[in-house]
C-alpha cells in the first residue's frame, strides 16, 4: 500500500527512454507526480492503517527534500535541451549510462543484502507486488493517450514508484523494520515486471518504424 501511494520514481523516465516512449511527456508526468507526492505521502501517513505516525518535524523536510531532488534535475535537463540541445544529447547519452549502471547495481545490492529477510515474505506478498506492478502497467490503455510512444513512457512512468519515499513513511510505523523490508521486497519484483514490460514495448516501437504505414516524426 505505501508502494501504491508513494509518487512515480525517476526511474520511470529512464525506463520511458528504453521503451521508445515520449520522453518529454514522461519528464512532465514525473514532474508533475513528484508535486503530487507532497500531499499524497503526508495524507497517506495520517490515514494509514498500519498503527503509523503522522509525517512532521524533520520528517516533513525530509520528504520535500526528496521530491525537490526530483525536480532540481528536471528542470536543469529543460533548460539545457531549450538552451544546448547539442550538449544536452551529449549528457543525455552520458547520464542515461550512468543510470543504467546505478540501477542495476541498486536492485543487485538490495537482493545480496538482503536475501535472507525477503524469504521472510510469504509467496502471496510477491504475487500482491507484481499485480500491483501490471495493474500500473495498464496505463498503457488509457483512452486519452493518442500514440503509441505516449503509452509506452506512461506505463513506464507510473509503474516505477519512488520507493525512497514509501521506506520514510515505513520508518514511521510501529513496526518500522517489518515494513520498510516489506517495501524493499517490492523494488525487485517492480523492477522485473517492468524489464518483462520492455520486451514487447521495444518491439511495438520497432514494428511501428518499419511499417511502411508509418508517418515521419
Known sequence: MLAAAAPGGGTGTLLAYHARGDLALGVSLQGALAVLGLLAVPAWSLAAPYAGAAIGGAATAQVVAMLVAQLIPIAVGMWLRARRPILAERVQKLSRKVADVLLVTMTVYILATTATQLATIPAIGYATFALL???????????ALVTPAARRAVAMTTTVRSLSLALLVAGLSADAARVSLTVLAYAPVMYAVAALALIPLRKSALLERTSPDASPV
Open 133 to 143: 506492478s501490471l495493474v500500473c502497467l495498464a496505463a498503457y490503455a488509457t483512452p
